[in-house]
C-alpha cells in the first residue's frame, strides 16, 4: 500500500537566499503549452465564483479567466464576445457543436470539465475538438494519477487540472471512497509532466497562500481556487446581509455536484445517483484584489525562502518534509496563556 499526502502533511525547507527584494521574483507562467500568464492564480470555473466583475479582476491581474457552462448558450455567447480573445469556455463531454460555436466566437480555448476525467469518452472530445479547432487551448480534467494525466496529453490536452475530491465543497471522497490526497496527486502528476511538458493546474484544497507554494513547489503551474474567489465581493455567488459577518455579507458556495446544484440546474438529482457535494454560506471576506494580493504577496515570501527567482527554480530546489500534526500547531499563532 502507498503512502499519499495532503498540504498539511508537508513542509519546505528554507534554502540559500541571494534575493535582495520579496517583489523581484517573477510570478510568470504557462497555462497550457502556448499560452502564458503573469501570474499562477486561476479562479474556478464554477457558477457561484466567476463573474464578469471577477474576470475582469483576473485580467488585470495577468490570468486568464474560464466562465463556467451552467448556464443558456445566450449567456455564454455574451462572454464571448465581450472578452473577445480573452477568455476560455467550459463544456462537458456533449454538446459538441455548441463548444465549437463559443471557439469560433471568439474563446481563446475550451475546459472540459468531468468529475471523473480518465475516460475513453475524455480522450475522444479532446481529439474532436483539436480535430476541428487545431489552434485552440483544450484544458482537460479532472484526474489525481500521473497516469491519467499522461493519457489527456496524449489524447491531445494542452493543460490537465489535477485534483479529485480536495475541494471545500466536495464529498466524493466520503461518498465513493476515491481520491488521492492533493499533495500527492500534484507531485505524481508533476514528474510526468516535467517530461512530457505539458502544464498541470493544481485544483482544490487551496485556504491559505501556503497551500499555493506547496501545489507550484510540487511541480503546479497554476493554481485554481474556488472557495476563496466565491467569498470576494465580485464573485458570482448569490449574497445576502449578515450581522456575523464583519463584511456584513454572506456568499453562498456550493459544489457543482451538490443537490442545491443539482436541484436547480437538472431540476433534482438524476436518477441512481447521490450528491458528491455540499453548499454552504461563509462570510464574505473582502475583495477579489485583496485576495490576489494576499495570495501573491504569499507566493512571493515563499520564493526568497525557496531561494528562487522564478517558480521553475521554486521547483527545481524544493526540499519537502513530512511533518506531524503537530506542525500545524506549532506553526500558528498561540496567545499568551493567562
Not at 458570482?236 to 450581522?243: L, T, V, Y
Request: aromatic fraction near 6%; hydrophobic fraction near 40%; charge should be neutral.
Amino acid at each position: 500500500m502507498r503512502h499519499a499526502l495532503t498540504y498539511d502533511d508537508v513542509a519546505l525547507v528554507p534554502q540559500f537566499n541571494n534575493i535582495p527584494s520579496r517583489t523581484e521574483p517573477s510570478l510568470e507562467t504557462w497555462l497550457t503549452k502556448t499560452l502564458k500568464m503573469t501570474t499562477p492564480l486561476l479562479a474556478a470555473n464554477m457558477d457561484t465564483v466567476i463573474s464578469e466583475e471577477l474576470a475582469t479582476v483576473l485580467l488585470n491581474y495577468g490570468s486568464i479567466p474560464i466562465f463556467h457552462r451552467f448556464t443558456s448558450m445566450d449567456e455564454q455567447r455574451k462572454w464571448v464576445k465581450k472578452f473577445q480573445g480573452k477568455t476560455i469556455v467550459s463544456c462537458g463531454i456533449l454538446k459538441l457543436d455548441e463548444t465549437r460555436e463559443l471557439l469560433d466566437l471568439g474563446a481563446i480555448g475550451a475546459c472540459i470539465d468531468v468529475a471523473h476525467g480518465h475516460s475513453d469518452r475524455m480522450f475522444r472530445h479532446i481529439q474532436e475538438l483539436k480535430k476541428s479547432h487545431p489552434d485552440k487551448q483544450i484544458i482537460a480534467g479532472n484526474v489525481c494519477t500521473a497516469m491519467a494525466y499522461h493519457d489527456l496529453v496524449n489524447a491531445g490536452a494542452d493543460a490537465v487540472k489535477v485534483g479529485v475530491g480536495p475541494g471545500a465543497a466536495c464529498t466524493t471522497r466520503m461518498v465513493t471512497g476515491f481520491g488521492i490526497p492533493q499533495f500527492t496527486a500534484v507531485q505524481d502528476c508533476a514528474r510526468i509532466a516535467e517530461k512530457l511538458r505539458v502544464p498541470l493546474i493544481a485544483d482544490g484544497g487551496i485556504r491559505t497562500s501556503r497551500d499555493v507554494v506547496l501545489a507550484l513547489a510540487a511541480g503546479a503551474s497554476s493554481v485554481m481556487v474556488g472557495k476563496l474567489f466565491c467569498l470576494t465581493k465580485e464573485s458570482a455567488a448569490q449574497k445576502r446581509p449578515s450581522d456575523k459577518a464583519p463584511s456584513g455579507l454572506e456568499a453562498k458556495f456550493r459544489g457543482q455536484a451538490s443537490a442545491d446544484f443539482q436541484n436547480e440546474f437538472y431540476g433534482g438529482l438524476k436518477a441512481k445517483t447521490v450528491a458528491e457535494g455540499v453548499d454552504f454560506w461563509a462570510p464574505v471576506t473582502g475583495t477579489a484584489e485583496e485576495l490576489i494580493e494576499q495570495l501573491l504577496g504569499g507566493v512571493r515570501s515563499g520564493m526568497t525562502y525557496g531561494g528562487a527567482r522564478n517558480l521553475k527554480e521554486l521547483q527545481r530546489k524544493a526540499e519537502f518534509v513530512q511533518v506531524s500534526s503537530s506542525y500545524m500547531h506549532e506553526s500558528m499563532p498561540r496567545p499568551v496563556s493567562v
